[in-house]
């Protein structure tokens, strides 16, 4: 290049600006040869230059320098300038970016502290639950010990209780020979009111039979000398009359005869001047005083002798017992103590005791033997037919070993099928055994009272079951026992009635199933059969609000899952089939319905839906 306006030209070719995406390399100018570069010593001019400035002004425009041809030259244009500085300069996303990185380095480093911080919580949490854990641990250890304890605590618990059976029974025999002697002494109390009304009229009759005899003695004294044959044979027949009574009255020996109280004797002349001594006096024992055998001589007439009153009653003995409330009129014979009709049922067990007698003294044995008929109620039997099952001996019936009560063998024969079938294999057998913890003591003992009583009670009942929720644990374990015995369903009919009908209603909780699942008698427990056909259709047609709670209860009681499947299955089955008789309807009908069976809508017959849904409905 021969000139800086060609060498700014070229360059301007190869410097870019810094705003283009790949920045280009900046090639060096190339070298001047000699001859350009002495024309260019030539040509150039120096000047001196103040504050920057070739033409020595201070803010003025510069003046272009001068060529040696007189041409001006431009040594730099202000946009070139401008571009090339350009260059130089930080982009503004450049810095953003700095300042956005510096930023996240402190935020790098705040996390980090975090991170840290969260550590040490980690750490301490992990070292609380270690903590936590070696005291479940020992919870746990708690746990077993008392779990072995409650066991150990049951066991004496059921002996205690069974003790108690046995102080109950003895009570029992007790209050029973205590009634016998409470009767016992009303009949001698009886006895002994009738024996002191005899003594007291008795004693009356004598004191009065020698005062007359003193009267009479008197009389005959005073008409001695005008009596005549009449009245020597009426004075006669007074005497032998008095001496009579005198002899006909009989004092008992265990009571003292007390003398009537006897006037004192006096004297006065008769009018026919005749003066009499009447001698008033009455043997005696030897024990007389001798004050009263020394009194003076006393004389009475006619006129003057009178019949004193009888004394005032002796005293008697008396008992601190008050028997007349035990005893009769004297005249009627001695009482006997009447039994009073049976108490309703007790509230608290169900057993029922009449007052003033037992089951063994009410009924009375003979050696007629009844016929077994199990499926007969002996409710709807008379009293005699009734008290027929009591004859024969007694057995046992025994929980575990342990004597729960006795009852007459054919009574037992008669209730319960169970009983029948074992006495008729085993005829000499004297207890009927059960293992221990079939069922509840205290609801065999209900069961067993019950036939017990039906031998001598004038009327007849049913064990009723207490309607209270509190109750229904008590209530099961009866309904248990009963079916444990055998006793017939016409006796415990009811039971089930009762305790389906909540089932059906919903008016049961998952405690009482669960001890429904518990107690279950799986020969014949048509309470469990009703809560499973029941638990099943709720599931169908997802009327269950808990369905966590139903199955927790089935996993414990494999026992209602199983019958739930089984129902499920049985549903299953009959649908299928009723699903095939639909579509053999379509083509004339099933046999079944061609046999006759049906209606004529073709809803019918054996395969029919409402049926198959009914069966499980109910409660068998």
């Not at 003193?214 to 032998?240: F, G, L, R, Y």
């Not at 009018?271 to 006393?298: C, L, Q, W, Y």
């Not at 006795?406 to 169970?418: D, F």
């Amino acid at each position: 290049m021969s000139s800086g306006v060609n060498f700014w030209a070229a360059g301007n070719n190869r410097v870019k600006s810094a705003s283009s995406p790949t920045p280009a390399i900046v090639e060096a100018p190339q070298k001047l040869k000699s001859d350009t570069m002495s024309q260019q010593k030539k040509g150039l001019v120096l000047r001196s230059m103040k504050n920057g400035t070739a033409n020595g002004d201070t803010n003025g425009p510069s003046t272009p320098a001068s060529t040696p041809n007189g041409r001006k030259t431009d040594w730099a244009d202000e946009e070139e300038d401008s571009e090339f500085l350009a260059q130089f300069t930080k982009d503004p996303r450049i810095t953003t970016l700095e300042t956005t990185i510096v930023l996240k380095d402190e935020r790098v480093k705040e996390l980090e502290a975090t991170v840290v911080t969260k550590n040490l919580r980690v750490a301490e949490l992990e070292a609380a639950v270690q903590d936590r854990d070696h005291r479940i641990c020992n919870l746990e250890a708690d746990s077993d010990d008392k779990e072995v304890r409650i066991g150990k605590l049951e066991e004496a618990n059921h002996e205690q209780f069974l003790q108690v059976q046995e102080f109950l029974r003895d009570v029992a025999k007790k209050d029973e020979r205590i009634t016998v002697l409470e009767h016992e002494l009303s009949q001698k109390a009886a006895i002994i009111l009738d024996l002191e009304s005899k003594s007291n009229s008795d004693s009356q009759a004598s004191t009065n039979c020698k005062e007359v005899a003193i009267v009479e003695k008197a009389k005959t004294d005073n008409s001695i000398a005008t009596k005549t044959p009449e009245t020597e044979s009426v004075q006669d027949h007074k005497e032998v009359e008095v001496e009579r009574a005198i002899s006909d009255t009989s004092v008992s020996d265990s009571f003292e005869i007390v003398e009537a109280y006897k006037p004192e004797e006096t004297t006065k002349e008769s009018p026919g001047g005749v003066t009499e001594k009447v001698a008033s006096s009455i043997d005696t024992s030897s024990e007389t005083s001798p004050a009263k055998a020394n009194s003076p001589t006393h004389y009475v007439t006619k006129d003057t002798l009178k019949v004193v009153p009888p004394a005032p009653k002796p005293k008697t003995l008396t008992f601190p017992i008050d028997f007349s409330k035990y005893a009769k009129k004297p005249a009627a014979p001695p009482a006997t103590a009447q039994p009073q009709s049976p108490p309703p049922m007790d509230s608290r067990n169900g057993h029922t005791t009449p007052w003033g007698r037992s089951a063994k003294q009410a009924r009375v044995k003979t050696d007629a033997k009844p016929t077994f008929n199990p499926s007969a109620d002996i409710r709807q039997m008379s009293l005699m037919e009734r008290a027929k099952y009591a004859n024969g001996p007694e057995v046992a019936v025994k929980l575990g070993g342990i004597e729960v009560m006795t009852i007459p063998k054919y009574l037992l024969m008669q209730c319960s099928v169970k009983a029948l079938v074992y006495f008729e294999a085993n005829p000499d057998a004297t207890s009927w055994d059960f293992p221990a913890g079939y069922m509840d003591a205290d609801a065999a003992k209900v069961c067993l009272t019950w036939m017990d009583e039906m031998t001598f009670q004038g009327r007849v009942y049913s064990i009723n079951l207490s309607a209270m929720p509190n109750h229904d644990k008590k209530n099961l374990h009866i309904c248990r026992a009963a079916r444990v015995m055998g006793l017939n369903n016409t006796y415990v009919g009811h039971f089930t009635k009762q305790l389906c009908d909540r089932i059906r209603n919903h008016e049961v909780s998952y405690e009482f199933m669960d001890m429904v699942c518990e107690l279950v008698y799986p020969e014949n427990d048509p309470i469990f059969d009703c809560l499973a056909n029941n638990l099943v259709n709720q599931v169908k047609v997802s009327a269950i609000k808990d369905m966590t709670s139903l199955e927790k209860l089935m996993a414990k009681h494999a026992t209602l899952k199983g019958k739930m499947s089984h129902i499920e299955q049985m549903m299953a089955k009959r649908m299928r089939k009723a699903g095939g008789s639909r579509e053999d309807s379509q083509y004339g009908g099933s046999k079944e319905r061609r046999g006759g069976g049906g209606n004529r809508g073709g809803h019918g017959g054996s395969g029919a839906p409402s049926k198959a849904l009914s069966l499980f409905s109910r409660s068998r």
